[in-house]
């Protein structure tokens, strides 16, 4: 069992308050909130350690050099990659896709087949459009049903030979889903193609194995699991990230730079040009030592419950819509009102000081299958409480009295 | 015909007795419901103002001299600015909407509708209203 009250003293921000009112936190999906222990180690880098790495041969350059590896060895361990270079730092999932999409652009052409899912971010779609436009590669897209699941009869359908990547994410941003990424990537490796999972909004709740999965590319941000904004990771099979292109260049990346020729580092540093956010990468090593000390098999559960109790209390509201009604899912909860905006809503929610996301998400694919303007997404962590969701509940219920 | 100024130090006014949030968005939600507020017919694809929250539609015609805004949401809290900002600017000379100001909806509560980042389409209806008056404004001259 979690000691929730113990918990919350983690999180300075928890006791804010917000437009008079106490501050009750249910855009976790969006960004998750900073424990003590993260903060203090970004305030030690900042106090104590502050300098460049990997070049410095002074010893605060050598200390920060140690401490930004050891993250990528905390990383490493958490997702269980064979090896460090494995990991790569990026700003984020955003940027992690993109660095994929681009070292895949000689590696694909004009016969190839890309697959992707309905219930994508923006971000893992937006990358892959770009390099069907550059190479002549045509996207296939798996569809979703009305509980918002992967059809996984069309997406056996449309693997081919022509196959070349998949991109899923692990579990919806919009709607919650866990997808079944294990039968994605086996069917897809039957075929010879790549799988690239995003995981942003899988690993607040789950704690992926990388080897176990057999994933090609899993790709997270530091910032939906306690650490900070700015950084994240691409994992990448070994096999996989030799033989793509780098994607930027600059220092760092280089093994010799002449005028006639310039030959790349190895693995990871290919891939990490410029001055990384050294800090971020190791904050996002101590964000991984919390969540771990916690548990995640303890965090799934206690999730779960509020998931239950969120789902039962909003049902209750005569004319609310859950969007996105798996079995198999995190605690996200995509609701609208019967008549009502999603934005008129959260801007009352807000007034109360719930803090709730609206709009479409950036999943505009969804939006259009449901045929709305967006949802009003609550999505609960670890630190959270049903007391939280009761507050959520008789505020909606308020809301939905002033808009009728 | 009252100012434009005239009617914002009204509207204040009309916000200084409301003593908390709920009374002045239960305010707003009335205007933005009973309001009609643009004809079907201009509730065009062209007249379209994309938030990424919600939509807006703005309409313009010239007559007199004057200008005479109609607009529209699918958001309600939206549409009740909407309600306010057309009462202020609509039925206006060109010159007057052109040398006006919002800053009383900061006096009235309601500024962070109007933050760039809120994407509800507010900002960019101001813009085209003042779009509007350059238009008809230069017409004039």
Redesign the interface.
Same mark, same amino acid.
């Given at each position: 069992m979690l000691d929730i009250n113990l918990i919350r003293k983690d999180f300075p921000i928890l006791k804010r308050q917000v437009?008079g009112k106490p501050l009750v936190y249910f855009d976790n999906a969006a960004t998750s909130q900073t424990p003590q222990q993260v903060i203090d180690v970004i305030v030690d880098y900042y106090s104590n350690y502050n300098a460049n790495i990997h070049r410095g041969v002074h010893a605060l350059s050598q200390e920060a050099t140690d401490k930004y590896e050891a993250a990528r060895h905390t990383i490493q361990n958490h997702f269980n990659a064979k090896k460090a270079q494995e990991i790569i730092f990026t700003s984020g999932t955003t940027h992690a896709i993109n660095l994929v999409a681009n070292g895949f652009s000689k590696l694909i052409n004009q016969d190839d087949e890309l697959i992707v899912s309905a219930l994508e971010h923006h971000s893992n779609i937006v990358p892959w459009q770009m390099l069907c436009e550059k190479t002549g590669a045509k996207l296939k897209v798996i569809p979703m049903t009305l509980e918002g699941e992967l059809d996984m009869e069309a997406y056996t359908a449309l693997l081919s030979e022509k196959t070349k990547l998949v991109f899923v994410n692990h579990i919806s941003n919009a709607l919650g889903t866990i997808n079944p990424i294990k039968t994605i990537i086996n069917q897809a490796h039957n075929f010879g193609a790549a799988v690239l999972i995003d995981g942003a909004q899988a690993c607040p709740h789950i704690k992926p194995d990388v080897q176990a999965l057999d994933v090609d590319f899993y790709v997270t941000s530091a910032h939906k699991i306690c650490g900070p904004t700015g950084v994240g990771m691409l994992y990448g099979k070994e096999e996989w990230l030799n033989k793509m292109e780098p994607y930027q260049g600059g220092g760092e990346m280089i093994d010799q730079v002449t005028f006639e020729k310039t030959t790349y580092a190895g693995l990871p540093h290919k891939f990490e040009a410029g001055t990384p956010n050294i800090c971020g990468g190791i904050a996002f090593g101590a964000a991984l030592d919390y969540m771990n000390a916690i548990g995640f098999d303890k965090i799934a559960t206690y999730e779960k419950e509020l998931l239950d109790y969120g789902t039962e209390k909003l049902l209750e509201i005569e004319g609310l819509k859950i969007y996105g009604t798996s079995n198999n899912k995190t605690s996200v909860i995509s609701f609208n009102l019967e008549g009502?905006? *999603?934005?008129?809503v959260?801007?009352?929610l807000d007034?109360m000081g719930i803090a709730v996301r609206?709009?479409?998400h950036c999943a505009q694919p969804i939006m259009s299958f449901y045929n709305i *303007?967006?949802t009003i997404r609550a999505s609960f962590a670890f630190y959270n409480t049903k007391a939280e969701i009761d507050a959520l509940v008789s505020g909606v219920k308020k809301a939905k009295m002033?808009?009728s | 015909m009252q100012t434009i100024k005239e009617i914002q130090d009204e509207i204040v006014d009309e916000f200084s007795m409301f003593e908390d949030?709920?009374e002045r968005? %239960?305010y707003m #939600?009335d205007l933005g419901k009973t309001l009609p507020l643009i004809a079907p017919e201009y509730k065009t694809e062209d007249n379209i103002i994309k938030g990424? %929250?919600?939509?807006v539609w703005v309409h313009a015609e010239m007559d007199d001299n004057k200008i005479t805004f109609t607009a529209d949401s699918?958001? #309600? #809290?939206?549409k009740g600015i909407i309600a306010i900002l057309i009462r202020t600017f609509s039925n206006q000379h060109p010159k007057d909407i052109l040398d006006a100001n919002t800053d009383f909806i900061d006096q009235i509560g309601l500024k962070e509708?109007l933050s760039p980042t809120r994407?509800?389409g507010l900002v960019s209806m101001i813009k085209q209203i003042k779009l509007y008056a350059i238009a008809y404004q230069t017409q004039l001259q």
């Amino acid at each position: 069992m979690l000691d929730i009250n113990l918990i919350r003293k983690d999180f300075p921000i928890l006791k804010r308050q917000v437009n008079g009112k106490p501050l009750v936190y249910f855009d976790n999906a969006a960004t998750s909130q900073t424990p003590q222990q993260v903060i203090d180690v970004i305030v030690d880098y900042y106090s104590n350690y502050n300098a460049n790495i990997h070049r410095g041969v002074h010893a605060l350059s050598q200390e920060a050099t140690d401490k930004y590896e050891a993250a990528r060895h905390t990383i490493q361990n958490h997702f269980n990659a064979k090896k460090a270079q494995e990991i790569i730092f990026t700003s984020g999932t955003t940027h992690a896709i993109n660095l994929v999409a681009n070292g895949f652009s000689k590696l694909i052409n004009q016969d190839d087949e890309l697959i992707v899912s309905a219930l994508e971010h923006h971000s893992n779609i937006v990358p892959w459009q770009m390099l069907c436009e550059k190479t002549g590669a045509k996207l296939k897209v798996i569809p979703m049903t009305l509980e918002g699941e992967l059809d996984m009869e069309a997406y056996t359908a449309l693997l081919s030979e022509k196959t070349k990547l998949v991109f899923v994410n692990h579990i919806s941003n919009a709607l919650g889903t866990i997808n079944p990424i294990k039968t994605i990537i086996n069917q897809a490796h039957n075929f010879g193609a790549a799988v690239l999972i995003d995981g942003a909004q899988a690993c607040p709740h789950i704690k992926p194995d990388v080897q176990a999965l057999d994933v090609d590319f899993y790709v997270t941000s530091a910032h939906k699991i306690c650490g900070p904004t700015g950084v994240g990771m691409l994992y990448g099979k070994e096999e996989w990230l030799n033989k793509m292109e780098p994607y930027q260049g600059g220092g760092e990346m280089i093994d010799q730079v002449t005028f006639e020729k310039t030959t790349y580092a190895g693995l990871p540093h290919k891939f990490e040009a410029g001055t990384p956010n050294i800090c971020g990468g190791i904050a996002f090593g101590a964000a991984l030592d919390y969540m771990n000390a916690i548990g995640f098999d303890k965090i799934a559960t206690y999730e779960k419950e509020l998931l239950d109790y969120g789902t039962e209390k909003l049902l209750e509201i005569e004319g609310l819509k859950i969007y996105g009604t798996s079995n198999n899912k995190t605690s996200v909860i995509s609701f609208n009102l019967e008549g009502i905006h *999603p934005y008129d809503v959260g801007t009352l929610l807000d007034k109360m000081g719930i803090a709730v996301r609206t709009g479409h998400h950036c999943a505009q694919p969804i939006m259009s299958f449901y045929n709305i *303007p967006g949802t009003i997404r609550a999505s609960f962590a670890f630190y959270n409480t049903k007391a939280e969701i009761d507050a959520l509940v008789s505020g909606v219920k308020k809301a939905k009295m002033m808009l009728s | 015909m009252q100012t434009i100024k005239e009617i914002q130090d009204e509207i204040v006014d009309e916000f200084s007795m409301f003593e908390d949030w709920e009374e002045r968005y %239960q305010y707003m #939600i009335d205007l933005g419901k009973t309001l009609p507020l643009i004809a079907p017919e201009y509730k065009t694809e062209d007249n379209i103002i994309k938030g990424c %929250q919600s939509k807006v539609w703005v309409h313009a015609e010239m007559d007199d001299n004057k200008i005479t805004f109609t607009a529209d949401s699918d958001a #309600i #809290i939206t549409k009740g600015i909407i309600a306010i900002l057309i009462r202020t600017f609509s039925n206006q000379h060109p010159k007057d909407i052109l040398d006006a100001n919002t800053d009383f909806i900061d006096q009235i509560g309601l500024k962070e509708h109007l933050s760039p980042t809120r994407a509800n389409g507010l900002v960019s209806m101001i813009k085209q209203i003042k779009l509007y008056a350059i238009a008809y404004q230069t017409q004039l001259q």
